[in-house]
Nanobody, 121 residues
Framework: QVQLVESGGGLVQAGGSLNVSCAASGRTFSDYTMGWFRQAPGKKREFVAAITWGGSRWYADSVKGRFTISRDNAKNTMYLQMNSLKPEDTAVYYC???????????????WGQGTQVTVSS
């Protein structure tokens, strides 16, 4: 089992930055591909970014060039640096571990509880 806890969400003005973190405990964090997803009110949960144990990265087109995913296996922590934030980035952000199928599908084994990110215009 892996437990995931997100932190670092908050309220920021458009154009600002936030860094959200995902701390993992339990089984070996470094074994897993990890991902970030988000869900806005009234919308389906969507893929944001993912990173493999070796550091390969994938991004949704909507965040490419603005968001950066990273991980520190020694600290069992994954990060999402979000720059040039837009009001449409407002959502609950979830970290996830161990995709069952495609890394962009929301079929992951482990999920955190989410952290709210609100971008004001």
């Amino acid at each position: 089992q892996v437990q995931l806890v997100e932190s670092g969400g908050g309220l920021v003005q458009a154009g600002g930055s936030l860094n959200v973190s995902c701390a993992a405990s339990g089984r070996t964090f470094s074994d897993y591909t990890m991902g970030w997803f988000r869900q806005a009110p009234g919308k389906k949960r969507e893929f944001v970014a993912a990173i493999t144990w070796g550091g390969s990265r994938w991004y949704a087109d909507s965040v490419k060039g603005r968001f950066t995913i990273s991980r520190d296996n020694a600290k069992n922590t994954m990060y999402l640096q979000m720059n040039s934030l837009k009001p449409e980035d407002t959502a609950v952000y979830y970290c996830a571990g161990d995709p069952l199928y495609s890394i962009m599908s929301d079929q992951y084994t482990y999920w955190g509880q989410g952290t709210q990110v609100t971008v004001s215009s």
